[in-house]
């Protein structure tokens, strides 16, 4: 038996044209790829896969306990698989099957979850309440199913950076004296074809020898760091999961050349980090040694399947192991057999003028050329990435950063989408889904894709509802967006497919074969769980914007069972709005919606009986909560629009306003719906606000409270009421020092919220001078904002125990600011002359 282990780089293209060169020298009978044990039954659908795909595995009793092996177009385990394809060359996986891996990462969550229970026991915490796991539920360790070399990480919390098998690349640049790991590696590997080719397609010749120095490379890392460098306390159960791996494949190198149909010749593609494990190893360590290994650990039962994978998710940002961080450049390096430095500065170029950025030709000519000295000047054999970027942002980029953060977006990292054939087996909710989107012509893309629904039009009202449903099976595969105009019959999204999104299709597939049937379970079993009123109308509205009627059934027979026993008004008036916005727009999306008028009457009734004693005794807490819950029942109660209803609404709201000692921020919020509906004339709100903030014994944090509920978010009322400002302007200049800084807070919160127009609206009329409030009340002040009779000087002034006097040079001071802020004319020359 003959074996020779090829030690790649992942998704690295230097590394996937050496193993098609090694593979064509060396004939196997046999390839043996790194990757899942599971996934030889998939390797049958190799043939309608257009990369970049990621094989996955999945739990049967939990699909969001995955792992995903992408496949570039470029990676060397690609090739190998297509190597076999063509040649009639069996392939095999050979790595740890990611059920056991899966096992073990349960084990480890629950004796982690077990001694934060111990722990909490003993410091006298609450009972289990332990820490969460490093992995969540659902999320396996990228690097270790990509089969990680190794190329770049730290290690662990507490553990030293400088680990060789968090970074034996690292290790190798420094040894090699380079600074970049990523440059030694392009330099030594990636850029080799293009080094050493000349016109034309280079020949094979190397491939092997590439593999003998990256081996023998390797075994001196690994021999040189010894086992017990390699192993720290917080990495134990890592190194027994990469213990693991080796052993398996080992076993089964062992396995392949032995029996009646055993292979004479072997290649086998792996991680150059396990290469030293695979090959001395394999004539050193026993079969028994190796299963020994494997025992104690029960495999948890897996399915396999293909996604569509994207160049974006190979990214080593993405959060994927084994990524590059680069996909789009390396795909560059792949297709471009030559002239690959010209060809990509032509490419931006193209990209640049699509933007309607000037990119001439002369441009791209000086680009190639810097980049091409660059490269001479550090002394590397042909231009990289790092000397693409800078000759790009020089010399079509004008030095502006921006237009080469696009350049990366779309082409150094790329937004290419894969593709699965219909033959590759998945779960029925996927295959529905797929006909849907068919039907529908919504066709999956990683870009982002924004379109405006009709809702008068059935297909359009189809998408929105297939877009609805699918984020009720948390797959968010449509984003709502804002829409133009006061119409309620359009709808606009943004569409844009993430990988992930396949085997959440396959999660949510336990609750049903079919979209709607899924998202009618969900709806229901959310019912069942919910644990208030507002939660369950929440859910009526998403099965009525989802066109489920089945579970609009189930939610409302819920909804009116909750309503019955609940008397949170709060609650009552939370759950309202929704039941309104079904009411009023249901018909657009022909939707029967006549039991939930008869239920929003219901609440009406009920909310406007129970709003003024659910008003009494608020601390600030509830009362913000209590106010935000008036807003949302006024605006349900407008939109409804029932005459008798609004006016039983109204009386409700003025007993709440009217409440003695009430909260002085729901009453100021009462007093405000009344006014813009009319309800009480300017003179009434005139003499409320006059009372709310002058009135005997009203403290002025009570006093801000009121005006906070009373201006709400904007600051119309101020802006068009020259009165009311000279009120607000009247009482603030009657504070004192200490009164003024309880205020202020507050001030700037609801002041921070007014548009542009009204602030500017209101420094004009104040600008202008402010009315004198009649009666009496706090004092008024002087059209240029100076004191008046109850300001400083006058009565309640220092005479009268009020605050100091103002000092003239440090007001003389501030004036100019004020009248720039203010536009007061002749204010400076007034401060100048006093």
């Known amino acids: 038996m003959s074996v020779t282990v090829l030690g790649i780089r992942h998704h690295g293209p230097g590394s996937a044209r050496a193993v098609e060169a090694a593979l064509a020298e060396l004939d196997p009978d046999l390839v043996l790829v790194e990757g ?10 190799t043939g309608s896969l257009t990369p970049p795909v990621a094989l996955t595995v999945y739990a049967r009793d939990e699909p969001r306990d995955a792992a995903f092996w992408p496949f570039a177009e470029f990676s060397p385990e690609w090739r190998a698989l297509l190597h076999g394809a063509a040649t009639g060359v069996p ?24 001694r934060a229970v111990d722990a909490d026991a003993d410091a006298g915490g609450p009972d289990g309440a332990g820490s969460r796991s490093a992995d969540p539920p659902g999320a396996s360790s990228p690097g270790d199913a990509a089969g990680g070399d190794g190329a770049g990480g730290a290690g662990g919390e507490g553990e030293p ?27 030594l590997v ?45 990495r134990v159960e890592h190194r ?41 190893a394999v004539g050193r360590t026993s079969a028994t040694a190796d299963q020994r290994t494997l025992r104690g650990v029960r495999a948890v039962r897996t399915d396999t399947t293909w996604v569509p994978w994207t160049h974006a998710r190979l990214a080593a940002e993405s959060g994927y192991g084994a990524g590059v961080a680069s996909p789009g450049w390396y795909h560059h390096l792949w297709t471009s057999r030559d002239q690959v430095t010209t060809r990509w500065v032509t490419r931006v170029a193209g990209l640049l003028r699509a933007a309607d950025l000037p990119a001439s030709s002369a441009s791209v000519i000086e680009t190639v050329r810097l980049a091409e000295a660059l490269a001479a000047v550090r002394e590397r054999a042909v231009p990289g990435l790092t000397e693409l970027n800078d000759a790009v942002l020089a010399g079509l980029c004008g030095g502006d950063p921006v237009p080469l953060a696009v350049v990366r977006e779309q082409l150094v990292v790329g937004r290419v989408l894969g593709a699965v054939g219909e033959d590759v087996p998945t779960v029925p909710l996927a295959a529905d889904l797929a006909r849907l989107q068919r039907r ?14 009709d809702l008068r039009k059935d297909v359009d009202r189809e998408r929105g509802q297939l877009l609805r449903r699918l984020r009720l099976l948390d797959v968010p595969w449509g984003t709502p967006a804002a829409t133009s105009g006061t119409g309620t019959f359009a709808e606009a999204w943004t569409l844009r497919w993430e990988p992930e999104f396949s085997v959440a299709v396959v999660a949510a597939a336990r609750y049903g074969s079919t979209v709607a049937d899924a998202a009618t379970a969900v709806i229901t079993e959310r019912t069942e769980a919910a644990a208030d009123l507002p939660a369950v109308t929440a859910l009526l509205e998403a099965a009525v914007l989802a066109g489920l009627p089945a579970a609009m059934a189930v939610v409302a027979a819920g909804l009116e069972r909750r309503a019955a026993g609940t008397g949170d008004v709060a609650h009552l008036m939370a759950a309202l709005a929704p039941l309104a916005r079904i009411h009023r727009y249901g018909d657009v999306r022909a939707t029967d919606t006549t039991g ?12 406007c009986a129970g709003l003024p004693p659910a008003c009494v005794s608020l601390d600030d807490d509830a009362a913000d909560a209590m106010a935000a819950a008036i807003d949302s029942a006024d605006g349900a109660f407008r939109l409804i629009a029932d005459p008798e209803h609004v006016e039983r609404w109204h009386v409700a709201v003025r007993a709440a306003a009217d409440i003695h000692g009430g909260n002085s921020l729901v009453n100021g919020r009462c007093t405000r719906i009344l006014s813009d509906a009319g309800d009480i004339d300017q003179a009434e709100v005139a003499l409320r606000l006059d009372r709310a903030l002058s009135a005997a014994g009203v403290a002025p944090a009570d006093a801000a409270r009121w005006l906070e509920g009373f201006l709400g978010s904007t600051g119309s009322v101020l802006a068009r009421d020259p009165r009311m400002l000279g009120l607000v302007d009247a009482w603030l200049a009657s504070l004192t020092a200490d009164a003024f800084t309880v205020v202020l807070a507050p001030l700037r919160r609801v002041f921070a919220a007014f ?10 009329r104040a600008g202008s001078g402010l009315p004198r409030p009649a009666g009496g009340g706090t004092g008024p002040t002087t059209p240029t904002g100076g004191p008046a009779a109850g300001g400083p000087g006058g009565p309640g002034g220092p005479a009268a125990g009020g605050p100091a006097a103002w000092d003239a040079d440090r007001v003389a001071l501030v004036l100019p600011v004020v009248a720039s802020l203010l536009t007061i004319p002749g204010l400076e020359r007034t401060a100048t002359h006093e």
């Open 36 to 45: 899942p044990a599971e996934g030889d039954a998939a390797l049958a659908h």
């Open 91 to 114: 392939v095999r996986f050979i790595d740890l099957p990611f059920g056991l891996s899966l096992a073990l990462r349960r084990q480890e969550r629950a004796e982690a979850a077990a």
């Open 161 to 187: 950076a400088h680990l060789v098998e968090d970074d034996p690349l690292g290790w190798l640049a420094r040894a090699a004296g380079h600074d970049d790991p990523e440059r030694f590696w392009e330099d």
């Open 190 to 234: 990636e850029h080799r074809r293009l080094a050493r080719a000349g016109p034309g397609e280079p020949g094979r010749d190397g491939a092997l020898e590439l593999f003998a120095a990256v081996a023998n490379a390797m075994t001196e890392l690994r021999d040189e760091a010894g086992p017990g460098d390699r192993v720290s306390p917080t």
């Open 240 to 280: 027994r999961r990469e213990e693991m791996r080796e052993a398996h494949m080992r076993l089964e190198i062992r396995r392949a050349g032995s029996g009646a149909d055993a292979a004479a010749r072997i290649a086998v593609v792996c991680g150059a980090w396990h290469v030293p494990a695979l090959t001395g």
């Open 440 to 453: 529908l012509r919504l066709r999956p893309g990683a870009d982002d894709q924004k379109i405006r629904l």
């Open 596 to 607: 939930v008028a008869a239920l929003a009457e219901s609440l009406m009734v009920r909310i």
């Open 755 to 764: 548009t542009a127009p009204e602030r500017r609206m209101i420094a004009e």
